[in-house]
């Protein structure tokens, strides 16, 4: 049997920086950024150096690390109030995953219990938050693939993987588990339109683990379920409301919809930090709406043409009563909605 490839770690600590890969350039290239400010680290989640939900939550927390480096040294008052403000700037850099907000809130906790703030405190909150990610995302997938009989055809959406988290990955870590134990006969993988995560980034994690994958347009996927027998689509979230409507990249809700009338079934992978508690429902969740250039530069456009508006959503809300599986790492939830919800994540933000 072919030797299993370790995770790809698409960002890591080393010497008081943080090193990421620059995701915008795979897979032409592996560029890797060295980043040692929290404005960096804003630059790079907001430019999409490193994207998904999880992955920024950790890198954010990384760069509560680096705001408190830099004020090491000035009067106690201050540093707080500088770091305080990195973390606004950190927070607001990607409204819609709620990853973000989860682990700047796990930071500020450690903030507030050490004055003046504690560099070696703060980065062993961060390192325990990208520890516990990999973790998570491991007992996902064993979940998760216990659910795929032999044979099964899956289709995944975006990039979910080891660049979209601390490592392995929420629905392409169930994918990876499931293929390893025998059970998938075809992945589809979807490319994803505007950015390419599909095309560029998930293609390029199996082709690397030497998983085969078959890429087809977005719009291809309701051709391919009516004809390829896709007994699952597994996507990851980006937030997920209390009663179990989830925002994720766009053109998932397409898919569930598609999902439903085809009979394939639908799985939504993601840890608790993607669960925000506080929101009723889907519609509350804030939408990133991202720059029209994405569009233009898709289309070989260097420029909008006259008169011609455009609209740039990066994500959209499956209703919950399109989602068959919710797999975390608490267990997994068949049929979310309101009641179940509540009581697997009655402690979550
Ligand atoms: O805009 P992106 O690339 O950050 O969007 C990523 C997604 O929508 C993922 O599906 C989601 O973050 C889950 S990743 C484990």
Not at 2 to 30: G, V
Request: aromatic share 6%; with cysteine; glycine share 6%.
């Amino acid at each position: 049997m072919a030797q299993t490839k370790a995770d790809i770690r698409s960002f890591y600590w080393r010497d008081d920086t943080l090193h990421i890969l620059d995701q915008r350039r795979l897979p032409a290239l592996e560029t890797w950024l060295i980043l040692d400010s929290a404005a960096q680290v804003v630059d790079a989640i907001r430019d999409m150096c490193v994207r998904g939900a999880p992955a920024i939550g950790i890198v954010a927390a990384y760069g509560v690390v680096l705001s408190a480096r830099t004020q090491t040294g000035k009067p106690m008052a201050l540093q707080q109030r500088a770091i305080l403000a990195d973390m606004d700037s950190l927070a607001q850099a990607r409204p819609t995953a709620v990853n973000l907000r989860w682990a700047l809130q796990r930071m500020r906790y450690i903030l507030e219990q050490h004055s003046p703030p504690s560099v070696a405190a703060l980065l062993a909150e961060a390192r325990a938050i990208h520890r516990q990610d990999i973790e998570q995302n491991q007992r996902m997938a064993a979940a998760g693939s216990a659910l795929i009989v032999p044979e099964s055809v899956v289709l995944t959406h975006c990039n979910t993987g080891s660049l979209a988290t601390g490592a392995h990955g929420t629905a392409l870590g169930v994918i990876r588990n499931a293929w390893r134990a025998g059970s998938i006969r075809r992945i589809f993988a979807t490319e994803t339109r505007p950015w390419l995560q599909g095309a560029r980034l998930t293609a390029w994690e199996l082709a690397r683990d030497g998983i085969p994958a078959t890429l087809i347009i977005d719009a291809a996927a309701a051709v391919t379920m009516q004809r390829e027998h896709v007994g699952w689509i597994i996507v990851g979230a980006d937030r997920i409301a209390a009663n179990g409507d989830v925002a994720n990249k766009i053109g998932t809700y397409a898919l569930a919809v598609m999902a439903r009338h085809h009979g394939a079934r639908f799985m939504v992978v993601a840890p608790s930090s993607s669960v925000d508690m506080r929101i009723p429902d889907g519609g509350h969740i804030p939408i990133e709406y991202r720059d029209h250039e994405e569009i233009w530069k898709a289309a070989g456009l260097e420029s909008p043409l006259p008169g011609i508006d455009a609209r740039n959503p990066a994500f959209d809300i499956t209703p919950a009563e399109l989602v068959d599986m919710l797999v975390t790492e608490r267990g997994i939830i068949e049929k979310p909605g309101r009641e179940n919800m509540a009581k697997m994540f009655e402690n979550v933000g």
